[in-house]
């Protein structure tokens, strides 16, 4: 049920991972995924993308501006693509003023006539910046709320995925 901790979570642990099924195909998923900068298309939290220094899709090295918002809280982040790899991978790395924050990411698997994604997120901050952030976007335990974001950004994935795929869409 969305919202409800996913058993896979250790409290305590700054990493998270999420998997829901997806009942359509990789390339249907991936054509969802594979501009990052569409991301406030599926995410509760972040509004919007745009590709920076000439950049119109994701490659390693190309880089990105996310703007997010959390209640009257808003803030932008810079963002490296890491990884991607069309139909199975896509990552990047998350920096605030230059500031390691985070590796956000996404994995692929078909499963027949299912696709499990597994969405991730990797805390890169150091100890300062995990006082600082958590206060200024209002959250205390990071871990915990981006468990419950990426729930439902698997879930609108999942709705968006299904929705294309069905024969009347």
Request: hydrophobic content about 35%.
């Amino acid at each position: 049920m969305p919202g409800e901790p996913d058993e896979r979570y250790s409290p305590g642990m700054g990493d998270v991972d999420v998997e829901l099924t997806i009942h359509a195909s990789t390339e249907a998923v991936w054509g969802l995924l594979e501009d990052p900068t569409r991301m406030g298309d599926l995410s509760p939290e972040c509004v919007s993308g745009r590709w920076l220094d000439g950049a119109t899709e994701a490659v390693p090295g190309a880089r990105f501006r996310g703007s997010n918002r959390r209640g009257w809280r808003r803030w932008s982040t810079t963002c490296t693509v890491t990884e991607a790899d069309p139909g199975r991978a896509i990552a990047w790395d998350v920096a605030v003023a230059g500031l390691p924050i985070a590796t956000w990411g996404y994995r692929l698997r078909a499963d027949g006539d299912t696709t499990a994604v597994t969405e991730s997120f990797t805390d890169r901050r150091g100890p300062m910046v995990k006082v600082l952030g958590g206060w200024l976007r209002g959250v205390k335990d990071v871990p915990s709320h981006n468990q419950v974001m990426m729930q439902r950004t698997l879930e609108a994935l999942r709705v968006a995925a299904e929705t294309a795929a069905s024969p009347s869409a």
